[in-house]
């Protein structure tokens, strides 16, 4: 950047270019205000601005701004050192200041650049600045902040004033974009895909321009439709060529949801020395965010660091991929570590499908921090619950609060804030005492009805989120994994929740008939029989419709019916008296289990008789029910013979002989009824 120390003469072309640069300028009004203020102060106690943030942001844009507005309409001195084409040392620093004219008459000193001043900041600090007039008002950008130094010595607390550069919101950009003359047809989407970044907005502005009608900004345009425009906005953003490690690094980062040692250790499979090596360059970087869970970087660098490995490499980013996806479900499954971060760090790998893309609000995700709900969270949780589901649902809620508090999590944004809940009740089969709430009601008898809970078995009934639906993803997802006994998943889903709807078909979950809500009407469940699907097995399910880009094995999730083809208890009885007739073909031809899916329509005694005697042997190999299966065993498959005899073949007492039968008449059902819903013996 080189800015005359004068006005351009107003027939030049720098005097046009500047009244370009002017009319195109946007945005920045604090900023502006600010320097226009100290620059014309006659007793300033600020004397240098540090402005900062990452590459791209606009940072030489203001300055050349401010250094148009302080030659032209306030006529000031101006001077301006460009650090990316000066050597960072003070004959090269003086020699570029000189050559504009006397250094002690300038009255505006700009340094763009600022990242490369290197060991010349400590000299400008102690050496340069001290000398120089007090009129003189130093600005400088950089991509990074002034060093410790001067937030740390007493003489520079008030001579010194650190701005950071933000990028622009969404008005702004669209008023830099019909500033440049876009179609306003086309503003909408290239306003998405620069996330406020006006460098971005730049090129993808210069793109339409210039560009044929295949790889034009149109409605509908994504990042991913041009390659080319993504590796020119890469190389500019990092300015560097970089290592195949530190690629290897930018990767993970823009992959994960937030990259920590740990995770670049596992997923780039290095020592941990060089795991801390590439942190730590990552951690330098101007578009990388330090947070409490670790880096994120800026959402644009993000997609397009994807973009461009994906278009690269395929099959990199899927080994990529894998490795993350797999490390978060394990650690996840193994409880170790913060489970809510692994649960989001696995939930957050979901973006990357289209199916879910449009649905789902990611924006913001990598900065939100979930934990449970403490008491002084109470008033918050409810409020949200009443704004977002009704006064009914508050009410109710607060009832499940009294009786389950450790049912809500919270997600707090990166101020504290409260930015979404999920309220998800633990229900126990015959649990008393449980609010009046007709949902949890049609959650259990739906158990009960197609495959009962037993003992130590829990029902996790996503009653109420609230907030985005990938914060919802987040919760669910940590839940899943980690609740003990967990058998069974009921979420709910309102009218007003689409996006957690998309999210959950895209988890494979059923939707079942909906189900009556005292205050919203009907919300629609999503079932998970986790005794079908280990969450380790469904992980991996997952993450191959993650690979592919599918929303679940089927384009439409099946619909299944409130009412099991026979009811539990009638079901019951048919399989002890399958049992009690196995070895008579005649009596089992007509028992009502050859009616239902446990057998192939049609099929004849002999084809039910196969599908009891394979119960029993996986009952048999199952070191917790063995037992179970060798009573049935005894009893029903080695030939016929009394119950005394077969209590004393058991070596058991009859009382309790008699009470083994009926808990493996029940536990031989439970396993039937699985098998009859889900088309599978469970494992």
């Given at each position: 950047?080189?800015?005359?120390?004068?006005?351009?003469?107003?027939?030049?072309?720098?005097?046009?270019?500047?009244?370009?640069?002017?009319?195109?300028?946007?945005g920045?009004?604090?900023?502006?205000?600010?320097?226009?203020?100290?620059?014309?102060?006659?007793?300033?106690?600020?004397?240098?601005?540090?402005?900062?943030?990452?590459?791209g942001?606009?940072?030489?844009?203001?300055?050349?701004?401010?250094?148009?507005?302080?030659?032209?309409?306030?006529?000031?001195t101006?001077?301006?050192?460009?650090?990316?084409?000066?050597?960072?040392?003070?004959?090269?620093?003086?020699?570029?200041?000189?050559?504009?004219?006397?250094?002690e008459?300038?009255?505006?000193?700009?340094?763009?650049?600022?990242?490369?001043?290197?060991?010349?900041?400590?000299?400008?600090?102690?050496?340069?600045l001290?000398?120089?007039?007090?009129?003189?008002?130093?600005?400088?950008?950089?991509?990074?902040?002034?060093?410790a130094?001067?937030r740390?010595?007493?003489?520079?607390?008030q001579?010194?004033?650190?701005?950071?550069?933000?990028?622009?919101d969404?008005?702004?950009?669209?008023?830099l974009?019909?500033?440049?003359?876009?179609?306003?047809?086309?503003?909408?989407?290239?306003?998405?895909?620069?996330?406020?970044?006006p460098?971005?907005?730049?090129?993808?502005?210069?793109?339409r321009?210039?560009?044929?009608?295949?790889?034009?900004?149109?409605p509908?345009?994504?990042?991913?439709?041009?390659?080319?425009?993504?590796?020119?906005?890469?190389?500019l953003?990092?300015?560097?060529?970089?290592?195949?490690?530190?690629?290897?690094?930018?990767?993970v980062?823009?992959?994960?949801?937030?990259?920590?040692e740990?995770?670049?250790?596992?997923?780039?499979?290095?020592?941990?020395?060089?795991?801390?090596?590439?942190c730590?360059?990552?951690?330098?970087?101007?578009?990388?965010?330090?947070?409490?869970?670790?880096?994120?970087?800026?959402?644009?660098?993000?997609?397009?660091?994807?973009?461009?490995?994906?278009?690269?490499?395929?099959?990199a980013?899927?080994?990529?991929?894998?490795r993350?996806?797999?490390h978060?479900?394990?650690?996840?499954?193994?409880?170790?570590?913060?489970?809510?971060?692994?649960?989001?760090?696995?939930?957050?790998?979901?973006?990357?499908?289209?199916?879910?893309?449009?649905?789902?609000?990611?924006?913001?995700?990598?900065?939100?921090?979930?934990?449970?709900?403490?008491?002084?969270?109470?008033?918050?949780?409810?409020?949200?619950?009443?704004?977002?589901?009704?006064?009914?649902a508050?009410?109710?809620?607060?009832?499940?609060?009294?009786?389950?508090?450790?049912?809500?999590?919270?997600?707090?944004?990166?101020?504290?804030?409260?930015?979404?809940?999920?309220?998800?009740?633990?229900?126990?089969?015959?649990?008393?005492?449980?609010?009046?709430d007709?949902?949890?009601?049609?959650?259990?008898a739906?158990?009960?009805?197609?495959?009962?809970?037993?003992?130590?078995?829990?029902?996790?009934?996503?009653?109420?989120?609230?907030?985005?639906?990938?914060?919802?993803?987040?919760?669910l997802t940590?839940?899943?994994?980690?609740?003990?006994?967990?058998?069974?998943?009921?979420?709910?889903?309102?009218?007003?929740?689409?996006?957690?709807?998309?999210?959950?078909?895209?988890?494979?979950?059923?939707?079942?008939?909906?189900?009556?809500?005292?205050?919203?009407?009907?919300?629609?469940?999503?079932?998970?029989?986790?005794?079908?699907?280990?969450f380790?097995?469904?992980?991996?399910?997952?993450?191959?419709?993650?690979?592919?880009?599918?929303?679940?094995?089927?384009?439409?999730?099946?619909?299944?019916?409130?009412?099991?083809?026979?009811?539990?208890?009638?079901?019951?009885?048919?399989?002890?008296?399958?049992?009690?007739?196995?070895?008579?073909?005649?009596?089992?031809?007509?028992?009502a289990?050859?009616?239902?899916?446990?057998?192939?329509?049609?099929?004849?005694?002999?084809?039910?008789?196969?599908?009891?005697?394979?119960?029993?042997?996986?009952?048999?190999a199952?070191p917790?029910?063995r037992?179970?299966?060798?009573?049935?065993?005894?009893?029903?498959?080695?030939?016929?013979r009394?119950?005394?005899?077969?209590?004393?073949?058991?070596?058991?007492?009859?009382?309790?002989?008699?009470?083994?039968?009926?808990?493996?008449?029940?536990?031989?059902?439970?396993?039937?009824?699985?098998?009859?819903?889900?088309?599978?013996?469970?494992?």
């Amino acid at each position: 950047m080189r800015i005359s120390p004068t006005p351009p003469p107003v027939d030049s072309h720098g005097h046009a270019l500047a009244a370009r640069r002017r009319r195109v300028f946007t945005g920045r009004v604090a900023e502006l205000r600010l320097l226009r203020e100290l620059l014309l102060s006659d007793q300033r106690g600020c004397f240098v601005v540090w402005l900062h943030g990452m590459g791209g942001i606009g940072k030489s844009s203001l300055l050349h701004r401010f250094a148009d507005e302080a030659a032209t309409t306030y006529g000031r001195t101006v001077r301006t050192v460009d650090m990316r084409v000066t050597d960072p040392a003070p004959e090269a620093f003086l020699a570029a200041l000189e050559a504009q004219g006397p250094p002690e008459e300038a009255q505006l000193l700009l340094i763009d650049g600022g990242e490369a001043l290197g060991p010349l900041e400590q000299w400008l600090r102690d050496e340069f600045l001290p000398r120089m007039p007090a009129h003189l008002l130093l600005v400088v950008g950089s991509r990074r902040p002034p060093a410790a130094e001067w937030r740390t010595d007493a003489q520079w607390w008030q001579a010194l004033r650190s701005v950071e550069l933000r990028c622009m919101d969404d008005a702004e950009a669209a008023k830099l974009l019909c500033n440049r003359d876009v179609p306003e047809a086309a503003v909408p989407d290239i306003v998405r895909a620069a996330h406020g970044l006006p460098l971005a907005l730049a090129l993808f502005a210069d793109a339409r321009e210039r560009a044929t009608d295949a790889v034009e900004p149109h409605p509908g345009w994504e990042l991913r439709d041009s390659p080319d425009l993504v590796g020119e906005l890469l190389q500019l953003l990092l300015r560097e060529s970089v290592s195949l490690a530190r690629a290897d690094a930018l990767h993970v980062l823009a992959l994960a949801r937030v990259t920590t040692e740990e995770l670049l250790r596992h997923a780039l499979e290095v020592p941990s020395a060089e795991a801390r090596r590439l942190c730590t360059w990552l951690r330098g970087q101007s578009f990388v965010r330090s947070t409490a869970e670790g880096l994120v970087p800026h959402e644009l660098v993000r997609e397009a660091l994807l973009v461009d490995l994906r278009w690269r490499d395929l099959s990199a980013y899927e080994r990529l991929f894998r490795r993350l996806h797999s490390h978060l479900a394990g650690q996840l499954s193994r409880r170790t570590g913060s489970r809510w971060a692994f649960g989001a760090g696995l939930a957050y790998l979901g973006r990357t499908s289209r199916a879910v893309r449009d649905a789902v609000d990611w924006h913001g995700t990598d900065r939100l921090r979930l934990r449970a709900a403490r008491p002084e969270d109470q008033d918050d949780v409810l409020a949200a619950i009443g704004k977002e589901h009704g006064d009914v649902a508050a009410g109710l809620a607060r009832q499940w609060w009294d009786q389950q508090p450790a049912a809500f999590t919270v997600a707090e944004d990166g101020r504290g804030g409260l930015a979404g809940t999920l309220t998800a009740l633990c229900l126990e089969p015959d649990a008393a005492g449980l609010p009046d709430d007709p949902v949890a009601r049609a959650a259990l008898a739906y158990a009960a009805e197609r495959s009962p809970l037993r003992r130590s078995e829990r029902l996790l009934l996503g009653r109420w989120s609230t907030g985005s639906a990938a914060t919802a993803g987040f919760a669910l997802t940590t839940l899943w994994a980690t609740t003990p006994g967990l058998a069974m998943s009921w979420t709910c889903t309102a009218r007003h929740q689409p996006g957690l709807a998309a999210l959950l078909d895209l988890y494979g979950q059923q939707r079942a008939v909906p189900a009556e809500d005292p205050d919203t009407g009907r919300v629609l469940p999503f079932v998970q029989d986790w005794r079908n699907a280990p969450f380790d097995h469904w992980a991996a399910a997952v993450r191959g419709r993650l690979l592919t880009d599918e929303s679940s094995a089927s384009p439409a999730p099946v619909t299944v019916t409130a009412e099991p083809a026979m009811p539990w208890p009638e079901f019951v009885n048919a399989v002890k008296d399958a049992y009690r007739s196995l070895l008579d073909p005649r009596q089992l031809a007509e028992n009502a289990l050859l009616g239902t899916r446990l057998v192939a329509p049609g099929a004849d005694a002999e084809g039910l008789r196969k599908v009891l005697t394979e119960t029993v042997t996986q009952l048999r190999a199952q070191p917790g029910r063995r037992q179970l299966g060798d009573v049935l065993e005894i009893t029903y498959l080695s030939g016929p013979r009394s119950q005394q005899a077969a209590a004393s073949r058991a070596a058991l007492s009859f009382s309790t002989y008699r009470r083994r039968l009926s808990t493996a008449l029940s536990t031989a059902a439970q396993v039937l009824r699985e098998r009859e819903l889900y088309g599978s013996v469970p494992r």
